[in-house]
């Protein structure tokens, strides 16, 4: 938006300069910047800068060419289109790195003075920001190639992490290479942070791909020891399944309740919400289907080249995501493609999703069903004795085994199994396609009734680290 002032939008203009000045950043950078040999006020330079990137962002020459003079701040400042000139703007960019740690100092004591800011949870993260240049030659220059979040591996990058307030109120940020890992950036952090402010932050809550299992250790050191909140991996659910089901669910708020189990020091809180649950099942969902149609496609290809066929494979799988690993591709060496989908893993992620006291409560039918079943199969083993014939039913009868995960599906082979036996047209009009499954070999749309997952921290059925 553009910021005339007969225009009703030069209000944002008036509004960011308000802003700036309730900061005191008028007063902090004026006494430390200083004018220039043209008796340009630099904190002014600076002012219009922050004001555009807050309003309209764009570049410095579409500041200087369209914006700045279609906007208030002309009035607002007291000055003249010189503050817009690009070298200007760029020789502005020049001074204030080295006062970056007064910055900070400034800021942390306007939160504290004007909203009463806490700093005993601290929220850490990383971005990254790409760069449409060709690689630099000086290896001293913090743009490399690394894991772009942007998707753009062809482009160098910088690494971005900051530290902000429960409330969004930034503490810190550093610049680092574009290659730096996420996981070698923590500690460093928190010594930056302690240097800086002293000792703050004793509740870290952080993605879970950014700690290592050595540095929540060192935080748990630390004198006095520092708390953290983390996900946790998937996998460590199975663990501490048992455990989980005997806890009683604790009502947070409405669609979100928790459970929580101690363990080594470090208090797991597993969450539940059923609209999370929901929504990731229809992601899934809709990428699953998405990567079988395209694999349909891919197989249907005439005398396609199995190089290209490759390549193509591996941009589907790049688009299905996770969802890829529930389809078993296989590609001959003439370039013939088949698929099928792995119903262990599909029905091993729908398990994960269900509640750990509702997975053991199947487990315990399971196994009643189970303690029945030799029984039931003596029985049918003496009819079959007695009509003289070996039914194709009895003898395929183990292979079911395969899907007594699927309680319903076992229930209504062994109703119809049973009625089949107990018919006396059953031995004359024994028929083999009786035994084939009514599944289709494709996917269905899963009917686990579950509503928890473990994802990355979110309240949607997550396990979560908090000590």
């Known amino acids: 938006m553009s910021c005339a002032w007969n225009d009703p939008g030069s209000g944002a203009c008036w509004l960011a300069d308000s802003l700036w000045r309730q900061l005191e950043l008028d007063l902090f950078f004026a006494e430390r910047l200083g004018c220039s040999r043209e008796q340009t006020e630099w904190e002014k330079v600076l002012r219009t800068m922050t004001i555009y990137r807050l309003i309209s962002p ?44 007064a910055l900070f100092a400034h800021l942390r004591e306007r939160w504290i003075n004007l909203f009463a800011a806490q700093y005993d949870i601290l929220l850490y993260d990383l971005t990254s920001t790409y760069f449409e240049c060709d690689a630099p030659e000086d290896e001293n220059d913090p743009r490399k190639f690394g894991y772009s979040r942007d998707r753009r591996s062809d482009c160098v990058q910088v690494v971005i992490a900051m530290v902000v307030t429960p409330e969004g109120l930034p503490l810190a940020y550093e610049m680092m290479p574009g290659n730096t890992s996420d996981k070698k950036t923590l500690l460093g952090m928190i010594a930056l942070l302690k240097e800086r402010h002293g000792q703050i932050g004793r509740i870290w809550v952080m993605d879970r791909g950014i700690p290592t299992e050595a540095s929540l250790a060192q935080m748990r050191a630390c004198e006095p020891a520092m ?36 363990e080594d020091g470090e208090m797991y809180v597993l969450t539940e919400s059923p609209a999370r649950v929901d929504k990731e099942r229809s992601m899934r969902r809709r990428l699953l289907k998405k990567y079988w149609k395209r694999l349909g496609e891919l197989s249907r290809l005439k005398k396609p080249a199995r190089d290209q066929l490759l390549i193509k494979l591996g941009q589907a799988k790049g688009a299905a995501g996770a969802s890829a690993k529930l389809v078993i591709v296989e590609v001959s060496a003439a370039g013939v493609l088949t698929y099928r989908l792995d119903k262990y893993k599909l029905r091993e992620v729908r398990r994960r999703e269900s509640r750990p006291d509702d997975a053991r409560r199947h487990r315990l039918r399971l196994r009643a069903r189970l303690s029945r079943f030799p029984d039931a199969r003596g029985e049918l083993a003496r009819r079959v004795s007695q009509s003289g014939q070996t039914p ?34 059953f031995v004359s009009n024994n028929k083999p396609s009786l035994l084939k499954s009514s599944r289709p070999t494709g996917y269905s749309r899963p009917r686990t009734a579950g509503t928890s997952s473990v994802t990355r921290g979110r309240p949607s059925g997550s396990a979560m680290l908090l000590r």
């Open 58 to 101: 764009g570049s410095e020459w579409r500041m200087h060419r369209h914006w700045f003079s279609t906007t208030a701040l002309p009035d607002l400042l007291n000055v003249d289109e010189r503050v817009a000139q690009p070298s200007t703007l760029y020789r502005c960019h020049d001074l204030l790195l080295e006062h970056k740690e």
């Open 392 to 425: 194709s039913a009895f003898v395929a009868a183990p292979v079911f085994h395969r899907y007594l995960a699927d309680l319903k599906v076992f229930e209504l082979f062994f109703a119809a199994v049973t009625m089949l036996v107990s018919s006396p047209s």
């Open 227 to 262: 708390h953290y909140l983390v996900g946790t991996p998937k996998a460590r659910l199975n663990r501490l399944e048992a455990a989980l089901a005997e806890r009683p669910w604790v009502e947070v708020r409405a669609e979100l309740r928790v459970k929580c189990v101690p």
